[in-house]
């Protein structure tokens, strides 16, 4: 922790060689005194003028504090903020940023401490910043050939991932071990860590499931084994967002009966498609064995069948019964009558 570093004893002093109006405009705009950034109509608005008006305001008063920023101690901060960058790899996501330092300041416990540093950084206009978009989240970089390396390892690593998508579901964002990879991986949004910690592509539902049929998926493929579709339910609802909407039983059950990745093997059990399990009830099942392997005795018949799926043994030995299906023939062996 650098106990040298104040940003509240920085920003009042900053803010103490403007005239009334254009500190009360910074406040609004940064949002030093309640964390709310305002837009130049919002403080327009309250102040009853134009919003070109507060932004003459705004610029006068930046102008006015750059004028004694090496004065104000606030160089230090700065250049503790460069060095963070500059051993993590040049950029930083603005959420992690403002988390890291919480642990490097003296005062990291007073409110509103990220609009603070960002008041001081703008004013420095170093390093820079770049605000959110469709792409990536707002984050900090030393300059522009630091934000090329991100955004070039970021577009490799997609293309990468894309090749090898198979073997790249279920990592974990560990697996990048590398800490300026992940430093780098946490400023995009085109990766995504689910709450199983499986690592991948946003848009693959495999890692970042948005809907019932999709994250029935992820639970069946984390279970390895079918699952009712009650059951299911209960693990979405168990592992999934509190804020997302309740994936209700019957609505599972709807959407998986008609989807091709799910096999029903029971009453509302399903399973995965690429598990290689064989759908149908226990009659079905095993006619469709027979067919396969041809006329089979009861117990070699039973192994058949208990490879494909995990039936009861009784079930099995009685639907061998159903003489409307399965014919015994005098050698003991079955053979089905479909």
Request: charged share 30%; glycine share 6%.
């Amino acid at each position: 922790m650098s106990k040298n570093i104040n940003v509240s004893k920085m920003v009042t002093s900053l803010m103490s060689v403007l005239d009334a109006r254009q500190k009360e405009v910074l406040e609004c705009r940064y949002g030093l005194k309640d964390g709310d950034f305002n837009t130049l109509a919002e403080v327009g608005e309250k102040y009853g003028v134009t919003r070109e008006r507060i932004r003459q305001i705004e610029a006068s008063g930046l102008h006015d504090v750059r004028n004694v920023f090496a004065k104000s101690g606030s160089e230090d901060l700065v250049k503790l903020v460069k060095t963070h960058l500059k051993n993590i790899g040049g950029v930083r996501r603005d959420l992690l940023l403002m988390s890291d330092l919480k642990l490097m300041v003296s005062d990291s416990k007073i409110p509103h401490l990220e609009n603070k540093v960002h008041f001081v950084l703008d004013v420095a206009k170093e390093p820079k910043f770049s605000q959110e978009s469709d792409t990536h989240y707002s984050y900090w970089y030393l300059n522009d050939d630091a934000k090329k390396k991100a955004n070039s390892f970021n577009v490799n690593l997609v293309k990468a991932m894309e090749k090898d998508r198979k073997n790249q579901i279920s990592k974990k964002a560990d697996d990048l071990q590398d800490l300026i990879a992940l430093n780098y991986v946490s400023v995009s949004k085109k990766f995504h860590v689910n709450e199983y910690g499986d690592f991948g592509l946003s848009h693959w539902p495999e890692v970042n499931p948005r809907t019932v049929k999709d994250w029935s998926y992820v639970v069946l493929k984390k279970n390895e084994k079918p699952l009712h579709f009650s059951e299911i339910a209960k693990h979405i609802n168990k592992v999934r967002k509190t804020e997302e909407k309740v994936a209700h039983p019957q609505t599972v059950h709807n959407e998986l009966i008609k989807d091709e990745r799910f096999v029903l093997v029971g009453r509302g059990t399903y399973g995965l498609q690429e598990f290689g399990i064989m759908p149908g009830t226990a009659k079905e099942v095993i006619s469709k064995v027979l067919e396969k392997h041809g006329p089979m005795k009861p117990q070699e018949l039973l192994k058949f069948v208990l490879a494909e799926r995990a039936f009861k043994k009784n079930t099995i030995f009685i639907n061998l019964q159903n003489k409307k299906h399965f014919k015994r023939g005098d050698d003991g062996r079955y053979t089905t009558l479909a």
